[in-house]
């Protein structure tokens, strides 16, 4: 047992150096040990993303490290200094992390330009967490880069001192709050992308070694986060935040880049499969993970990767601030997550936990094929739920919303948080219960089936059976539903205001066959009790156990009441914490790295074989 | 000089990327940008008497002692969206931030701040209005109706409307103890005795939702008001009655309202997404002035 030492700073200068002289022929001779294998992963992107034109900071830092069009990139970031138009968060933290990276190949005239950009631009803070994270990680890393300064030579009107000393402030808490309560944009396959690399730049340039140490174990958290909940790319479970496209083609998100670069996995290079890769948002901010003298700790590599057992994890996490219209400001929100080495099932407890972009659950599974989840929701939207979390009026907000989020509105959304949404979660089975008010804007409720899957069949039985290579999938609709053709997908669709599912998942090595899956299924029927004060469904899974869940009401197991009070903030053989104690222990059976944020330090020792 | 804060929403600004503060000194004529060039979701501006203007904005609290050329954020990251900004005219160093978050006060000019929330159940706070004749005399706009303070928001006292979502408050220029408020959806009520009782007065108001309120220092019977789909709704007996006056208004979500101080018959409606519309009748015709659908949170005028 003993304290990790973090100073990196030297050998990020002996990485830049040796980049130059690498090529793919002595990529191949570096052998197959996990750190080879993520070096070489590592290299490979910064050679792809030096080949890239669009203009950006990663485009920037990738040519100038590799030594690629080094004119053009100079010529770029001449380009991006000089665009007044440009400016915010992403900007601020993107442009100090290439100033930092490579300022001893930037001549005077670039480096006073990055410098004035913080004395013209605007640097907006946003209103999310991501983009607050962004903001006070790029005002920290500028504040300390340039200390000493005046107030007049801010943007903000704000001196060096005050900029590093607000900025401190803030990241610290964050990561505090982070580790004992949770994260509130938790989980997001689209947003991951823009907490872990604010995270990673820090810790390659925070002078300060507590806050070097903290943004390293703050990195730590987030990727051990989603190892736990990690399938050959896919980032499992229910997410705070997710953009349609990533959500029913999961290795489409930015947080499957992730995955590639410090797990290994998917092992297709996601950017060169048409399939994941749709459209483009500027997302390389792994190069930023690539460049960075950070590295995954073993432990979690092997969290992310094992998936021998198949586990039950559980999460704790907050929902964004409420500023009105509710009795708590962070709420917490319930993860429940069943991972197999074929399939994930997870869940939220549902109701409002995030404005617009909420995913409450899925079933996603491993599969060749993109488009690889199952799911259904309800398409709520109102004013009165933005207003939760937006200050403005909310009569306004839903069309504000619809602007740049533009498919709030729509009946056919494929991101939703609803009220009239509750899930009971146990294992392989889950039941989604919707109770609908007359007054909502949509009255109906939608289920995602892609069109490739292998087999789809409405039994006599009232069960629809699916199966996706050796992944079964069985739906049992408490009402009447339609199926409507779309491009990629089938959209399952029912209209009853008292309405719901229940899914069970298996797979080959569970269930055998796809027969003795459907036969299994089929000895259990849903029982449900529809009245106007009553929703409640009974149903035994074919596993035995007794699952009882009431809409607003209680969720029986077996008899016995499932609190969700007892939640930790992580629960399951690879992660544990209890809410409120800033201790993060991460496992994989024989190692174990304990992350403490109330004293700053991290802890590594071996579990005894006894 | 005219004040005036304008948001261009956030996509779809094609003619004027232009986002922020825009004054004019010729009764809106012409319109000139003023410090930021960037996006910073600005709510509301007014100057002190000392000449220093201040702006309520999503980045915190801003001043500037310049005439708008350069800013200062004068807030921490304890202070975030702010929605209205109210200074003290007997010490202009003095002034409110009403934020999402509740009531925050500096008297140093923003140097430091304190939050002042003591007594609020709820505090979302859209607005808040500094008593002309006490400067420790506060009501504020909560999301439970309105609150009073006595001691220059060291504590707050419910004052009424309870359970109601209060958008903005108003005092009557030259009517000492009457006071107004806008709602959510109960329209308008109206206070005579320094805002400790209240009444409804919502005759002739068909849209309720009201989000800002103006009062006709020359002619004080004159009150306009800026409703949610009403558009301008105008009173000519001191609130008893109302009447929509929308012809010519482009954009009937009006957000802001104020007449010129010199011409009570010049009056300029903030919209939603639409800009900003004029007129020289007193409301009884509207014409597009500026800022093609801007959104324009916040309209001043000295």
């Known amino acids: 047992m003993g304290e990790v030492s973090t100073s990196m700073a030297g050998r990020v200068l002996l990485v830049l150096i040796a980049l130059g002289s690498v090529s793919i022929h002595s990529m191949a001779q570096m052998g197959s040990s996990p750190e080879s294998r993520f070096e070489q992963r590592r290299l490979r992107l910064m050679d792809v993303v030096s080949q890239e034109r669009d203009r950006g900071f990663f485009t920037v830092a990738a040519k100038l490290a590799t030594g690629r069009d080094k004119e053009f990139a100079l010529a770029m970031l001449d380009s991006l200094t000089s665009d007044e138009s440009m400016g915010g968060m992403f900007y601020s933290y993107m442009a100090i992390g290439t100033y930092l990276r490579l300022k001893d190949q930037l001549p005077d005239t670039l480096l006073h330009k990055i410098r004035r950009a913080y004395r013209e631009r605007t640097m907006y803070r946003g209103d999310t967490e991501n983009h607050w994270v962004a903001y006070y990680t790029g005002l920290y890393l500028a504040a300390q880069t340039w200390p000493n300064e005046e107030r007049s030579q801010w943007f903000n009107g704000k001196s060096s001192a005050e900029n590093f000393k607000e900025s401190e402030e803030w990241l610290s808490r964050w990561m505090t709050t982070t580790a004992t309560i949770g994260q509130g944009e938790f989980d997001s396959p689209t947003y991951f992308t823009v907490f872990i690399t604010p995270m990673i730049t820090l810790f390659d340039f925070a002078k300060d070694p507590v806050m070097k140490r903290k943004a390293q174990m703050t990195a730590d958290l987030l990727l051990a986060d989603f190892a736990a909940e990690h399938l050959d790319g896919n980032y499992c479970g229910g997410h705070s935040r997710d953009y349609p496209e990533d959500i029913i083609n999961p290795l489409s998100a930015p947080a499957a880049l992730w995955a590639w670069l410090y797990f290994g996995e998917p092992k297709v290079e996601l950017w060169q499969e048409s399939r994941y890769r749709p459209r483009y948002r500027g997302g390389w901010e792994t190069l930023f993970g690539a460049m960075s003298s950070y590295r995954l700790p073993d432990v979690i590599y092997r969290i992310a990767t094992d998936r021998s057992k198949a586990y039950v994890h559980t999460e704790t996490k907050r929902v964004r601030n409420i500023i009105r219209f509710g009795r708590e400001k962070n709420p917490p929100v319930y993860k429940y997550t069943y991972m197999t080495h074929d399939y994930a099932l997870g869940s939220l407890q549902g109701g409002i936990l995030q404005p617009i972009q909420q995913h409450t659950w899925d079933v996603t599974y491993r599969s060749d094929k993109p488009n690889n989840t199952i799911f259904t929701l309800h398409p709520f939207y109102s004013g009165k739920e933005l207003a939760m979390f937006f200050p403005e009026e909310q009569k306004f907000l839903a069309d504000d919303v619809d602007r740049y989020h533009i498919v709030y509105t729509d009946p056919r959304k494929w991101n939703s948080s609803s009220p009239y949404e509750q899930t009971f979660q146990h294992k392989n089975a889950i039941i989604v219960l919707y109770d609908i008010y007359p007054e909502a804007n949509h009255k109906h409720i939608d289920g995602f089936f892609p069109k490739n899957l292998d087999e789809r069949i409405d039994d006599s039985s009232g069960w629809i059976f699916c199966r996706a290579g050796s992944v079964y999938a069985a739906v049992f609709p408490l009402r009447p539903y339609e199926w409507i053709e779309e491009k990629i997908n089938w959209r399952w669709r029912s209209a009853d205001l008292k309405n719901g599912i229940v899914l069970e998942v298996g797979c080959s090595d569970e269930d055998g066959t796809f027969e003795s899956f459907k036969k299994n299924v089929i000895q259990s029927k849903p029982a449900l009790n529809s009245s106007k004060d009553d929703l409640t469904v009974n149903y035994k899974t074919r596993r035995g156990d007794a699952m009882k869940f009431t809409f607003g009401g209680k969720r029986l197991l077996n008899g016995k009441t499932v609190d969700f009070r007892a939640y930790k903030l992580f629960n399951g053989p690879f992660i544990q914490s209890e809410r409120g104690s800033g201790v993060i222990t991460l496992t994989d059976g024989n190692n174990v790295r304990m992350l403490n944020f109330k004293k700053a330090t991290i802890k590594e020792w071996q579990l005894s074989k006894n | ?302």
Request: hydrophobic letters at 35%; aromatic letters at 10%.
């Open chain 2, 1 to 302: 000089m005219s004040v005036l804060n304008s948001r261009k929403h956030r996509l779809g600004a094609r003619d004027n990327p232009t986002v922020g503060l825009f004054v004019s000194t010729d009764g809106g004529t012409t319109w000139n940008h003023k410090g930021w060039t960037g996006y910073i979701r600005i709510f509301y501006t007014e100057a002190g008497t000392d000449g220093n203007i201040w702006s309520a904005c999503g980045n915190g609290v801003l001043r500037s002692t310049d005439g708008g050329n350069s800013w200062r954020i004068t807030t921490g990251w304890q202070v975030t969206e702010v929605l209205k900004i109210k200074v003290d005219a007997r010490a202009p160093g003095t002034a409110y931030a009403a934020t999402a978050y509740g009531v925050f006060k500096t008297e140093n000019g923003g140097e430091t701040w304190q939050e002042h929330n003591r007594g609020f159940l709820k505090p979302f706070v859209s607005d808040i209005v500094i008593d002309k004749q006490q400067s420790a005399r506060l009501l504020a706009a909560t999301e439970d109706g309105v609150y009073l303070s006595s001691d220059g928001g060291t504590v707050w006292h419910r004052a009424g409307i309870d359970g109601r979502g209060v958008r903005t408050v108003a005092q009557h220029p030259t009517i000492k103890d009457l006071f107004f408020v806008g709602t959510e959806d109960d329209g308008v009520f109206i206070s005579r005795d320094g805002g400790k009782n209240w009444t409804a007065a919502n005759n002739g108001l068909k849209h309720l939702t009201v989000y800002s309120i103006a009062c006709d220092r020359s002619n004080p019977d004159v009150l306009y008001l800026g409703t949610h789909g009403g558009g301008v709704y105008r009173s000519s007996d001191g609130g008893k009655s109302w009447q929509q006056k929308a012809e010519g208004l482009g954009n009937l979500v009006v957000h802001s309202i104020v007449m010129l101080p010199s011409n009570s018959s010049v009056v300029f409606a903030g919209t939603l997404n639409g800009g900003i519309f004029k007129s020289t009748d007193g409301g009884d015709h509207w014409n597009f002035n500026s800022q093609e659908e801007a959104q324009v949170w916040g309209l001043w005028a000295r």
